[in-house]
Nanobody, 111 residues
Framework: QVQLVESGGGLAQPGGSLRLSCATS????????KAWYRQAPGKQRELVATFTSGGTTNYAASVRGRFTISTDNAKNTVYLQMNSLKPEDTAVYYC?????WGQGTQVTVSS
């Protein structure tokens, strides 16, 4: 049974940081592309960052230079370090690995 469990969301002030984690099980973690998506109220889900099996990363233009995706294959976990947060980063963040999805974690950026 494949499971993806996100954690680390919460409330942050503008300019602050949060680190999201996505712990996976039941999947051959190392062979798949890992991705973080987000969905803000009233908006479509958008791709935030990807990490390929070869270690290549890509970012949406809106987060490039502020967010960093990384993985720990020993822990079957993918992370999203979010720095210099802005109110427009407010959304539910989802991880996706091998076509499976987590339940999402809320990130709210507000003073």
């Amino acid at each position: 049974q494949v499971q993806l469990v996100e954690s680390g969301g919460g409330l942050a002030q503008p300019g602050g940081s949060l680190r999201l984690s996505c712990a996976t099980s039941g999947i051959i973690f190392s062979i798949y592309v890992k991705a973080w998506y987000r969905q803000a109220p009233g908006k479509q889900r958008e791709l935030v960052a990807t990490f390929t099996s070869g270690g290549t990363t890509n970012y949406a233009a809106s987060v490039r230079g502020r967010f960093t995706i990384s993985t720990d294959n020993a822990k079957n976990t993918v992370y999203l370090q979010m720095n210099s947060l802005k109110p427009e980063d407010t959304a539910v963040y989802y991880c996706s690995v091998g076509g499976s999805w987590g339940q999402g974690t809320q990130v709210t950026v507000s003073s």
